[in-house]
Every structure is written in structure tokens, then in C-alpha cells.
């Protein structure tokens, strides 16, 4: 019962959220810090619906040196909502095209100044990197991607795809790593308190000096640091769930 309660009010915040979202950006189309309003309009509210406790260490995204990238992994829709109480000051964020579709949320993802490829075409994807590489060095603006390239439903990291590396290199700008516990196979949305959170950043990683020969030791370093990371986080979740059970 209180699982598809949850859904109706979720359902019914998404459509507001979105409806307020696409007024915020007709009134500054493609203002860069858009996206991290329109995020926290999704997030704030989700996260009280869902009764999710987060915590959050992320001192190296809120004082992220300059423009950089942002890589964090994927796990679920519900990224949307939790990641979206850490997304900083003037970052937008890579997505797949067809996003552009989905009513209002499309939208305003558009409008926010976010930054849609099509996946299924190479030159236009590749063209759309390039430009990203003018967007950090010149408009004070992060971008922020998945390099997973899709959800990994909570089984651990997907093999990370060349793209935000490749963008990285090119602008000369540092990687900034953003890793979530693994919340998608934890929650419970039939409970009052459907489960906890982390999400920590970690130092960021320049890339001045590299090229493209670098990436494929880039990639493993990050993922590396990522998995490691996570497991930190779920291993302290668990030890603290299971001090709470014997208090």
C-alpha cells in the first residue's frame, strides 16, 4: 500500500517538477545553471516522498577547481532524484538524444542547456563531443556524464565507455569521480524509511599532459577508484545497519 502510494505521489511530483521546470527554462533557455536547479526541483521534494536518508561528502564537486568533468555510475532512474542534490554550480549533463522526448522532462532537460547525442549515429556523436571541449574552456561550465553509458541495476560498474575521457583531455581539465552506495537493490519503498544513501566525491585527477594514448590507463585508474569507493560505502552501510539491530 505504501509502495503505490509512494508511486502516485512520485508520479504526481514528476509531473509538476517538470511543468515548473520548463517555465524556469522558457524564462533563461540554455542558462547553464539551470540544470542544477531543475535538479534539486527534482530532488528535494523525491527524496521526502521516498523517505531516503542521504549523506553526502562531496567537498571536492561543491569546490570543484574551475570547469571539469564529471563521472559518476549509473544505477537506476532514481539517480535522477538522489543524484541531483549534488549537482554544482553551472554543470550540465550528456544524454542519450531520445530523451528529448519524453514529455516535459525532455523539455526541460533541453531548455536547462544539457547536452543530447544521438548514440546511434558516430559523426554526430563525435561532433557533439567536440563542442564540449569549447564548453569547458570557454563557458565556465562542467559537464557531467555517465561513463557507463547505461544503468548497471546495482550489479556493479559497467565498462566505462571513451567519451568523457576523451573530453577531459581535450579541454585539459581535471576528472572529478562521484560515487553512490549501492541503494537500487537496498531500498525498500514498502517501508516508512526506505533506506540509506552515501555519495562521495573524490579528489579530482588533471589531465593536463595526457593524450589520448593515456586513456586507457585513465579508464582503469577511475574505475578503479570508483569500485573501490563503493565498496567502502555499502561495507559501512551494512556494519551501521547491523549496529542499529543490536542497540
Same mark, same amino acid.
Given at each position: 500500500m505504501l509502495f503505490l502510494l509512494r508511486m502516485l505521489l512520485m508520479g504526481l511530483h514528476f509531473m509538476i517538477a517538470g511543468v515548473l521546470g520548463v517555465i524556469l527554462g522558457v524564462c533563461r533557455p540554455f542558462n547553464p545553471d539551470n540544470s542544477r536547479l531543475c535538479a534539486r526541483l527534482y530532488a528535494l521534494p523525491a527524496m521526502w516522498i521516498l523517505r531516503l536518508k542521504l549523506k553526502t561528502d562531496v567537498e571536492s564537486l561543491r569546490n570543484k577547481p574551475g570547469t571539469c568533468v564529471v563521472i559518476a555510475n549509473h544505477q537506476s532512474n532514481y539517480d535522477l532524484f538522489v543524484l541531483g542534490n549534488v549537482v554544482p554550480h553551472?554543470?550540465?549533463c550528456i544524454a542519450k538524444k531520445s530523451l528529448k522526448w519524453v514529455p516535459l522532462f525532455g523539455q526541460l532537460f533541453w531548455l536547462a542547456g544539457n547536452v543530447l547525442i544521438d548514440r546511434g549515429n558516430a559523426h554526430k556523436a563525435r561532433r557533439a563531443m567536440l563542442t564540449t571541449t569549447h564548453t =569547458?574552456?570557454?563557458e565556465d561550465t562542467s559537464i557531467w556524464v555517465f561513463p557507463e553509458g547505461t544503468r548497471n541495476l546495482g550489479n556493479g560498474l559497467l565498462p566505462f565507455k571513451k567519451g568523457a575521457f576523451h573530453m577531459a583531455i581535450a579541454a585539459g581539465v581535471p576528472i572529478v569521480q562521484v560515487c553512490v552506495s549501492t541503494y537500487v537493490k537496498q531500498m525498500k519503498l514498502n517501508r516508512w %524509511? @526506505? $533506506? %540509506?544513501? =552515501?555519495?562521495r566525491s573524490l579528489p579530482p585527477i588533471p589531465t593536463i599532459g595526457l593524450t589520448v594514448d593515456d586513456i586507457p590507463q585513465l579508464m582503469l585508474a577511475c574505475q578503479t577508484q570508483m569500485d573501490e569507493c563503493i565498496a567502502q560505502m555499502d561495507h559501512e552501510l551494512v $556494519?551501521? @545497519?547491523l549496529l542499529a539491530k543490536n542497540l
Amino acid at each position: 500500500m505504501l509502495f503505490l502510494l509512494r508511486m502516485l505521489l512520485m508520479g504526481l511530483h514528476f509531473m509538476i517538477a517538470g511543468v515548473l521546470g520548463v517555465i524556469l527554462g522558457v524564462c533563461r533557455p540554455f542558462n547553464p545553471d539551470n540544470s542544477r536547479l531543475c535538479a534539486r526541483l527534482y530532488a528535494l521534494p523525491a527524496m521526502w516522498i521516498l523517505r531516503l536518508k542521504l549523506k553526502t561528502d562531496v567537498e571536492s564537486l561543491r569546490n570543484k577547481p574551475g570547469t571539469c568533468v564529471v563521472i559518476a555510475n549509473h544505477q537506476s532512474n532514481y539517480d535522477l532524484f538522489v543524484l541531483g542534490n549534488v549537482v554544482p554550480h553551472r554543470t550540465v549533463c550528456i544524454a542519450k538524444k531520445s530523451l528529448k522526448w519524453v514529455p516535459l522532462f525532455g523539455q526541460l532537460f533541453w531548455l536547462a542547456g544539457n547536452v543530447l547525442i544521438d548514440r546511434g549515429n558516430a559523426h554526430k556523436a563525435r561532433r557533439a563531443m567536440l563542442t564540449t571541449t569549447h564548453t =569547458l574552456q570557454h563557458e565556465d561550465t562542467s559537464i557531467w556524464v555517465f561513463p557507463e553509458g547505461t544503468r548497471n541495476l546495482g550489479n556493479g560498474l559497467l565498462p566505462f565507455k571513451k567519451g568523457a575521457f576523451h573530453m577531459a583531455i581535450a579541454a585539459g581539465v581535471p576528472i572529478v569521480q562521484v560515487c553512490v552506495s549501492t541503494y537500487v537493490k537496498q531500498m525498500k519503498l514498502n517501508r516508512w %524509511d @526506505s $533506506g %540509506d544513501v =552515501l555519495i562521495r566525491s573524490l579528489p579530482p585527477i588533471p589531465t593536463i599532459g595526457l593524450t589520448v594514448d593515456d586513456i586507457p590507463q585513465l579508464m582503469l585508474a577511475c574505475q578503479t577508484q570508483m569500485d573501490e569507493c563503493i565498496a567502502q560505502m555499502d561495507h559501512e552501510l551494512v $556494519g551501521a @545497519s547491523l549496529l542499529a539491530k543490536n542497540l
